[in-house]
């Protein structure tokens, strides 16, 4: 006689294996599997992510996606507005291949201003890796193509151009290039700085510490501007401009350090604590051996976190620097350097798509903002994602 199996008893349904959510299959990852894990399920974190990516792949290969090279004048083409990518023809018909018109030069009956106007008469279409007039060496590599541009003699003006004939889109890109490296770089050195220091400070203890830890008040206690102004204004004024650039590098990251510092020192006197590190000081393991494979391992996935949120603040410490004409200067260029070129009210009246450094900044500032949010929240066991 068949019994009646218990309501309770019946199988529920089970989930796809390729599917992975839950504790079971997150508990089968490992610790770094694990933050790519919980990393990919923060859509805010990966879409800065995404947005990052994007922009250093615009950036880093300049003299590829630009259109022009760096200080190339066009000297009939001064203060032209933003040229728009159409796809309707001027007897309405629709294009499958985008196209600018022409340009021709009028004046404004009242003020006299130079104007340029769309000239339908003359349609260039973009062309995809279109032959430059100048050859151009990246990686070893000599070539003299562009990835996004027009046939001569028409010109592609994607955001405008200056008051010297200059691409506004190909500046954007050689700066951002120097911009975003240096908050890469100077980060790197900070998180070196404030990894070793925090260490020794929180292992050592004692005098050390005392004395590391009133340093990094001493420091961080001066305002940021005034002070790097004071180191900038030390830097030769004979230096190239890749002095400079090195210079201000060393500069904003020999003061961002002393936040990191002093949490990896938290970090380190906590984990100390730790069984597994009393289990190594027992068994006769060296400083070397407990700092290297336990306490540095234990505050690695912080000192990330740290170094992505701190990029923001190097990237706007140059901008600001650079604004203020004591960072880089001509013929390098950055988004401080294209800034101050647009902080005079007429430019803002008259030319408005000089101010176009800031979106570009601000996508940066808020990507790494986002990575930065998205890696905390995943290195954060108790952050319930």
Do not use: C
């Not at 529920?12 to 610790?31: F, K, L, M, N, V």
């Not at 690695?300 to 603040?313: D, E, H, N, R």
Request: proline fraction near 6%.
């Amino acid at each position: 006689m068949a019994h009646p199996e218990p309501a309770n008893s019946r199988a529920e349904p089970t989930e796809d294996a390729h599917a992975p959510s839950g504790r079971q299959e997150a508990a089968a990852y490992s610790y770094w599997g694990l933050i790519w894990w919980r990393f990919k399920r923060n859509r805010i974190g990966v879409v800065g992510g995404i947005a990052l990516l994007l922009l250093y792949a615009l950036v880093l290969p300049a003299e590829l996606t630009a259109p022009y090279p760096l200080n190339e004048r066009h000297t009939g083409f001064l203060d032209v507005p933003p040229q728009f990518i159409r796809f309707i023809k001027p007897d309405g018909r629709f294009s499958l291949r985008p196209f600018v018109y022409g340009l021709k030069q009028e004046r404004d009956p009242e003020t006299l201003r130079r104007l340029y106007v769309p000239n339908e008469d003359e349609i260039y279409p973009l062309v995809l890796f279109v032959q430059g007039e100048e050859s151009w060496t990246f990686l070893g590599l000599t070539w003299d193509r562009h990835l996004l541009g027009v046939e001569s003699p028409g010109k592609l003006f994607l955001l405008g151009t200056d008051t010297q004939g200059r691409d506004l889109f190909s500046q954007l890109l050689y700066g951002g290039r120097i911009s975003l490296t240096v908050g890469l770089v100077g980060v790197a050195l900070s998180l070196v700085l404030g990894g070793i220091v925090g260490l020794i400070s929180g292992y050592l203890g004692g005098i050390v510490d005392d004395l590391i830890q009133r340093g990094i008040e001493v420091m961080i206690s001066f305002p940021s501007i005034p002070l790097w102004i004071a180191l900038s204004a030390a830097i030769p004024a004979e230096w190239n401009s890749i002095q400079v650039f090195f210079g201000i590098t060393v500069i904003l990251s020999s003061i961002g350090w002393g936040g990191l510092a002093r949490v990896v020192r938290g970090m380190t006197l906590s984990l100390q604590n730790e069984d597994y590190v009393k289990a190594g000081r027992i068994n006769g393991a060296t400083t070397w051996w407990i700092v290297t494979r336990h306490l540095f391992p234990g505050t690695l996935s912080y000192m990330i976190v740290a170094a992505t949120l701190a990029i923001p603040g190097m990237i706007l410490g140059e901008t600001a620097l650079s604004f203020l004409g004591l960072g880089i200067q001509p013929p390098m260029v950055s988004w401080g350097v294209l800034l101050k070129q647009a902080q005079d009210i007429t430019v803002l009246a008259h030319k408005p798509w000089l101010i176009a450094p800031v979106f570009f900044l601000t996508v940066a500032v808020l990507s790494f903002n986002f990575l930065g949010d998205g890696l905390r929240d995943a290195a954060d066991p108790f952050s319930g994602q």
